[in-house]
DNA sequence: AAGTCGGGGTT
DNA sequence: AACCCAGACTT
């Protein structure tokens, strides 16, 4: 039996009841997609419900406010695919009237649209042939073939490419795409893979050579680095003074309090003597109102102190980034997990 | 080609 | 602590 035949048994039998493998309509697949990129399928689910009852078509998802999409994206992470999902919508309404396309190529120039994203749309709303290549897909051909290629390597990304177009089956690439993604999802997990059922095993180079547990091979990144932020909670006539973050930083746009950044951890008597906080908030002393937190983020760790500022408001310098909102207002604002957090417990 | 962008689960 | 998740984009 072809390799395709394979899967795709094994999938008849085990693929996973998902509510985006019941439509065909593209824009709720973009959702889904959108929203599953890095995500898995039990964290995105509770967003995709949401934001398909909230925006029901691409026309009420592109008039929506850029600001209330970030809301309802609170805690998910990669908050650039919310804004680019924002952008894309509109898109749709200018360049193909309101109906979202299915072609490959309309699909690829949407942002936030990819490779992959552009695949898995176009095969499953239109059966088009084209191959998806996400973690999954990586995995099951890097150990079925044996290649040690890492997956993030430039030379990479070619090769599995080119092998994902070749093993699809083009008489029905959705359901393929489903099932090679399910597969390595379910069977060909990273860590302890069910190789002893395997409908693979009989001609899976990675099982024959012992590699199972080596590939695929991935370049390593980085080490994280370490952070340090202090936030400053400011109150005045029952509103809170919040701050939003810039551009071309983690959490980018999103509200949390005012805050300086420091190289390394500081007490209270090292923070008050900061140039930066001398000038923002003059002779004022923080009181700090819990111990470290720490936030761990893929490519840093971010320790954050809170502390509450009692200062005059006429004392405080006026930016453009900073605004006081009434604490019912404190709910609507789109605000990241370490702020989110927080507020929850203390408000 | 390498770095950046989150939050959470698994091992 | 390391790795990964229905990746995309910038530098």
Same mark, same amino acid.
């Given at each position: ?19 985006? +493998? ?7 697949? #973009? ?39 970030? +809301? ?31 072609? /490959? ?10 490779? /992959? ?87 899976? +180079? ?20 370490? +952070? *340090? ?21 983690? #959490? ?28 923002? *908030? ?24 809170? /502390? ?40």
């Amino acid at each position: 039996m072809s390799f395709s035949e394979r899967i795709l048994n094994w999938y008849a039998e085990h693929k996973r009841a998902l509510p985006w +493998r019941e439509t065909k309509n593209p824009y709720v697949i #973009w959702l889904s997609e959108i929203i599953l990129q890095q995500t898995r399928v039990e964290q995105g689910m509770p967003y995709f419900f949401r934001f398909l009852e909230t925006y029901p078509n691409v026309t009420k998802f592109a008039n929506a406010e850029e600001a209330e999409i970030l +809301r309802l994206w609170q805690g998910l992470g990669y908050y650039s695919r919310a804004r680019n999902m924002h952008k894309a919508s509109k898109q749709v309404l200018e360049l193909h009237n309101a109906k979202f396309p299915t072609d /490959y190529q309309s699909l690829l120039k949407l942002p936030g649209v990819g490779e /992959y994203t552009a695949a898995a749309i176009s095969s499953f709303s239109s059966n088009h042939a084209h191959a998806v290549l996400d973690g999954n897909v990586f995995r099951v051909l890097a150990r079925y073939f044996g290649i040690e290629e890492p997956i993030n390597s430039s030379s990479g990304k070619k090769i599995f490419s080119k092998l994902a177009e070749e093993m699809l089956d083009r008489n029905q690439p959705a359901e393929y795409n489903q099932a090679i993604m399910d597969f390595g999802s379910l069977q060909c997990k990273p860590k302890n893979p069910n190789c002893a059922e395997c409908v693979l095993r009989i001609d899976c +180079r990675a099982y024959e050579s012992g590699l199972v547990n080596v590939l695929p091979a991935k370049i390593k990144g980085k080490k994280s680095k370490d +952070r *340090f932020f202090h936030y400053f909670i400011i109150e005045h006539d029952g509103a809170v003074l919040m701050s939003q973050r810039s551009e071309g930083d983690v #959490w980018a746009n999103l509200f949390e309090f005012p805050m300086i950044e420091s190289d390394a951890d500081l007490n209270v008597a090292e923070l008050v003597q900061m140039e930066e906080f001398q000038k923002d *908030f003059g002779l004022s002393v923080p009181t700090q109102i819990k111990g470290q937190i720490k936030h761990i983020l893929s490519h840093q760790n971010i320790y954050a102190r809170f /502390y509450k500022l009692e200062i005059n408001a006429s004392k405080l310098p006026k930016k453009s980034h900073w605004n006081y909102f009434i604490l019912e207002k404190l709910d609507t604002l789109a605000k990241h997990k370490l702020i989110s957090s927080f507020v929850e417990h203390y408000f």
